[in-house]
C-alpha cells in the first residue's frame, strides 16, 4: 500500500461548483497533514494545514479522520484560478533523532472550466 | 526577490556525465532540501540539512553528493548521470527543520528539469 493515495483525477468541474479531494494514508503514527498545490512546471505551494479539529479558510476547508486515516480538502464556488493538482502530504518521524520528513502523495489535478 | 533559488533551471546531459545543480535560499532558514519529482509525479526527499549539517538521508544513490557550504546554500553534485535520473529536482527550505509535533513551512525553489539522454 502507497504511503499516502489520492485518486489522480482529473476533476472536471464548472466555475462555482464545490468539488472534494480525499487522501489516505498508511503510517498511524504520522504526525502532521497538509495541502499542497502545484501548478503545471511549478513548484509545490503550501495550501493549508490540516488540524484534528478541521479547518476552514475561505473558500477551502480541510478535514482530517485519524482513525480512519484518511484527509479530505473541500473547495467552495470553484474558479478557474483554483485550476492545479493538489498534493496530500503527511508528516512523519524517520529517525530517532525525531526529525520527521513530508511525504507527497501524487496530486488529484482539478480542471475548472468557465 | 526569489526567496529560494536554483539553478540552471534546465539540464539536458549525456549519460555518464557529472553534473551540479545549486540552491539559495534568503529566507535566513536553518533547514534545506533536496526533493525529486520523477516522471510518475511523486515527490520524495532525498535530503536534509540542518546549519550545514545532514540530518536526512534517504535512500539515495551515492552517485548523488549534497554539500552545504553555508546555511542560505544547498547544492546536489551528481556523478555518473543515468537516465533514471531525468527528473524535476527541487530545493526548499525551512526556518527549522521539521522535529516530533512542529508543524513547519517548507518553501520550494522553481525546480531544475534535468533530462539526461
Known amino acids: 500500500r502507497k504511503e499516502v493515495e489520492q485518486d489522480p483525477g482529473p476533476f472536471n468541474v464548472p466555475e462555482g461548483a464545490t468539488v472534494a479531494f480525499n487522501c489516505t494514508y498508511s503510517?498511524?503514527?504520522?504526525?502532521?497533514f497538509f495541502w499542497y498545490r502545484q501548478d503545471c512546471r511549478k513548484e509545490p505551494k503550501l495550501l493549508m494545514s490540516?488540524?484534528?479539529s478541521g479547518n476552514e479558510d475561505g473558500r477551502f476547508t480541510a478535514q482530517l479522520n485519524r482513525a480512519s486515516q484518511y484527509i479530505s480538502l473541500l473547495i467552495r464556488d470553484s474558479k478557474l484560478s483554483d485550476s492545479a493538482t493538489y498534493l496530500c502530504?503527511?508528516?512523519?518521524?524517520?529517525?530517532?533523532?525525531?526529525?520527521?520528513?513530508?511525504?507527497f502523495g501524487k496530486g488529484t489535478m482539478l480542471l475548472v472550466s468557465p | 526577490d526569489t526567496a529560494v533559488s536554483q539553478t540552471p533551471k534546465y539540464l539536458v546531459t549525456q549519460m555518464g556525465n557529472d553534473k551540479s545543480i545549486k540552491c539559495e535560499q534568503n529566507?535566513?532558514?536553518?533547514?534545506m532540501y533536496w526533493y525529486k519529482q520523477d516522471s510518475k509525479k511523486f515527490l520524495k526527499i532525498m535530503f536534509s540539512?540542518?546549519?550545514?549539517?545532514?540530518?536526512i538521508n534517504e535512500t539515495v544513490p551515492n552517485r548523488f553528493s549534497p554539500k552545504s557550504p553555508d546555511k542560505a546554500h544547498l547544492n546536489l553534485h551528481i556523478n555518473s548521470l543515468e537516465l533514471g535520473d531525468s527528473a524535476v529536482y527541487f530545493c526548499?527550505?525551512?526556518?527549522?527543520?521539521?522535529?516530533?509535533?512542529?508543524?513547519?513551512?517548507?518553501?520550494f525553489g522553481p525546480g531544475t528539469r534535468l533530462t539526461v539522454l
Open positions: 490540516v488540524y484534528s
Open positions: 502530504v503527511v508528516m512523519a518521524a524517520r529517525s530517532v533523532s525525531g526529525y520527521s520528513t513530508l511525504t
Open positions: 526548499a527550505s525551512s526556518q527549522v527543520p521539521q522535529r516530533f509535533r512542529r508543524v513547519v513551512v517548507q518553501f
Open positions: 540539512y540542518n546549519n550545514k549539517e545532514l540530518i
Open positions: 503510517n498511524s503514527a504520522s504526525q502532521s
Open positions: 529566507l535566513g532558514h536553518d533547514t
